[in-house]
Every structure is written in C-alpha cells, then in structure tokens.
C-alpha cells in the first residue's frame, strides 16, 4: 500500500501562527530586521545589515525587548547571531514566541 504525492518546499511548513516580527539590529547604528527564527541560544534575522563576524549586536524585539548577541553567520537574505544561554535569553526567546503567537490587538 503505498501513497503517492509531493512534499511541498520547507517553507510551506512554517506555522500558520507565527509572523516574522520586526526587530531593530543594532550595530553601530540602528537598521530593521525580521526576526524568522529563535532560541534561547541565538537567532537567524532577515536584514540587509552585514556587521563583521564576531562583532558585538544588540537586538531589539518590540515586546521581548533587548538582548546582546554576537554574530556567527551570514546568508543571502540576514544574518545568524548567538547570546549566551541564561534565563534572560530564555525568557526573551520565550516572549518573542509568545508574541509572535498572539493575534495583534483589534
């Protein structure tokens, strides 16, 4: 018994729910990002800013609020930024999930 189809690309699985919420990067000076993915050990920002490896980044979420970081990795389309595992990075992976999770105020 088999069952025939097609997979559809790894961004059609993406949550329905979650929204990429709008950050501020700061790294020497201010410039918007989205946040696509996070943890409490780092996160994956679509940005057009490309600060150096290893250079020190504060992130600003809207309701988390801030957490320094430091860059690890580029992409084409944003970059990947590491903080130290504790319970600030927790609790602010935690409350940019949560927020990205709720319906926007009506």
Known sequence: MGVVGKFKQASAMASRWR????????AGQPSP??????????????TNS????????E???????AINGMVHAFAHDGIGITFPCSEQSVAF????????MSSPAA
């Not at 929204?19 to 700061?26: G, K, N, T």
């Not at 989205?34 to 679509?46: C, D, H, Q, V």
């Not at 490309?50 to 980044?57: D, E, K, M, N």
């Open 50 to 57: 490309r600060p150096a490896l290893g250079s020190a980044v």
């Open 93 to 100: 992976a935690l409350a940019a999930i949560a927020a990205d």
């Open 59 to 65: 992130l600003h979420h809207p309701e988390a609020g």
């Open 33 to 46: 990002a989205a946040l696509r993915e996070i943890s409490a050990t780092g996160a994956f920002l679509e």
């Open 19 to 26: 929204r990429r919420r709008m950050c501020v990067l700061i």
